[in-house]
C-alpha cells in the first residue's frame, strides 16, 4: 500500500502535526461549565465588530462570483495608509500564510532562517517544510531585568552567516509577550546583511503603546532587504 508519508519532501515528513485546543462547547461539556472565554488563541471575547458583520453580510449577494484574487481595492487601501507602492503589498489568507510564502520563495535546504529561541512557533515549521537550516539564536534568560525571554538581537546577529537568507523577528513576540527597543531593532536592519531578509513580524504591533511602536513604514522605504507582516486577526 502506498505510504504517503513516505512520498512527502524530507522536511515536510519530519513535521509535527499542532494540536489545536478543544472547542469551547466541547470543553464546557467535558467540564460541565458555562460561560468560558477562550484565551488559547487570543481571539475577541466580545464578538465581531458590527463593522465586520455588515460588511461580511454586504458581501454575501455576490459569493457566486469569483473574488477578486488581486484584492485591488484592499491593496491600494493598505498602500495609501502605508505610505508605499502597491506592488509592495502581498496579501495572505492571515499573516501566517504570508510568512509561509516568504519562506517557499526564499529559503531552499542549502540556507537557514535565524530566528529567536521561544519565537512565534511558525518560524520553525516553514523553516522545517523546507528543510533548511534553523539557525536558532538564544534568548534572553529567565532573570532577565525587562525581557525574560525576549529576543536578543546581538545573539540573533552573530547567527547569521553565509548560508542565512531570513531572519524572523516578532516583535512583540508571542508566546512571551516581550517587544524590541525601536532604536536597536533599526541598528540591527541597518547592520544585517543586504542579501539577508529581515522578516519583522508585527502582528501584535498595534497592542504596543504608541510611544513603543516602531516607524516601520518608514524604514520600508529605507531598507530594500526589510519585509513587515501585519494582520487583520
Ligand atoms: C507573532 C505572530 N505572528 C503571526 C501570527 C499569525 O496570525 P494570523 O495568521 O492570524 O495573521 C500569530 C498568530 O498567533 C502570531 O502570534
Known sequence: MTNFKNLAVPGV???KPYIPGKPIDELERELGIKNSIKLASNENPLGPSPKALAAAQAVMANIHHYPDGSGHKLVQALADKHGVDSRCI????G???VLEIIARSFLASCNGAVYSEYAFAVYPIVTQAIGAEHQVAAAFPKDHPTMPYGHDLDAMARKINTATKLVFIANPNNPTGTWLDADELETFIKNV???VLVVLDEAYYEYMPDD???NTDQWLQQYPNLIVTRTFS
Open 13 to 15: 515528513q519530519l513535521l
Open 212 to 214: 513603543l511602536q516602531p
Open 90 to 93: 502581498t496579501l495572505g489568507n
Open 95 to 97: 499573516s501566517n500564510d
Open 193 to 195: 546583511d543586504k542579501n
